[in-house]
């Protein structure tokens, strides 16, 4: 069975910076993609950052050129490098595994809090 743990969100000051990780462990090996979403109150899950295994990285517009992805494939882990950060940047954040970009992820972390407030 895949498993996903997040760690690295919290409370920051717009501005500051955060850096996520995501460890995969068990089954994974069929998944090529690794990505992060996020979930605000009230609105829907989108995505943020994926990475391929060969490091083949896609961002959301509301993002780029803030956030940066990047993937240690022998330690299984994806990082999400946000600065920059914006109170719309409140949202829990979800690690995510899949087999291409364009497809829905297969499984989810268990989200990680991250919070952009005076």
């Known amino acids: 069975q895949v498993q996903l743990v997040e760690s690295g969100g919290g409370l920051v000051q717009p501005g500051g910076s955060l850096r996520l990780s995501c460890a995969a462990s068990g089954s994974w090996f069929s998944f090529n993609v690794m990505g992060w979403y996020r979930q605000a109150p009230g609105k829907q899950r989108e995505p943020v950052a994926t990475?391929?295994?060969?490091?083949?990285?896609n961002y959301a517009d509301s993002v780029k050129g803030r956030f940066s992805i990047s993937r240690d494939n022998a330690k299984n882990t994806v990082f999400l490098q946000m600065n920059s950060l914006k109170p719309e940047d409140t949202a829990v954040y979800y690690c995510s595994l899949g087999l291409v970009p364009t497809s829905p992820p297969r499984y989810w972390g268990q989200g990680t809090q991250v919070t952009v407030s005076s």
């Open positions: 990475i391929t295994r060969g490091g083949s990285t």
